[in-house]
């Protein structure tokens, strides 16, 4: 099950519909418009009235991460066209369409803005985690995750970005003593 099917059988699912469709949306439509223009990396400021309990977990202004957008950029139109019909409608949360449409929105804006919109409203990761690692060039040894024993529950993820690993060095996302 990946992050976006565990948020969208997740009990606050119903908040976030009926909370902050209107952000998350908002914010797809803008990211979209600033990579039209040429503007994604421009900071986007938002009120902190415009999302309540989404925004008490963001670092703002949220700023995008274009690599993320260009790779994403179909997934991010397609998911926009998926979407646009709930747009001033009254929205169901107990509609699963609607729930695994919003739950992978949620998780595609947490790529493009490199943080968690739902950092302690969620069990998506309980007892996870969420490594990112970014390196412009690498002379030495990095990990971004190096743990002992890792159980069969266990759920995270690690996001690495290295620009020039150069000779003699590594660059490790994840280093497991022991699965399962």
Do not use: C
């Amino acid at each position: 099950m990946d992050n976006a099917d565990a948020l969208a059988t997740s009990g606050l699912m119903a908040a976030f519909i009926t909370q902050g469709f209107g952000f998350l949306y908002g914010q797809l439509d803008e990211i979209l418009q600033r990579h039209r223009d040429g503007r994604l990396s421009e900071p986007i400021a938002v009120p902190a009235d415009q999302a309540p309990g989404i925004l008490d977990a963001l670092t703002t202004p949220l700023i995008v991460r274009p690599d993320v957008v260009q790779h994403r950029l179909s997934e991010l139109q397609e998911l926009n066209e998926r979407l646009a019909h709930h747009r001033g409608h009254e929205l169901d949360p107990g509609d699963p369409r609607l729930r695994a449409e919003v739950a992978e929105l949620i998780s595609v804006l947490e790529a493009v803005f490199g943080q968690r919109f739902t950092a302690g409203l969620d069990d998506r990761l309980t007892g996870g985690l969420h490594v990112v690692q970014e390196a412009d060039d690498v002379y030495g040894s990095v990990t971004a995750l190096w743990a002992g024993h890792v159980g069969r529950e266990a759920d995270g993820t690690v996001e690495q970005k290295i620009g020039t690993v150069h000779s003699g060095g590594e660059a490790v996302a994840a280093r497991l003593d022991s699965l399962g």
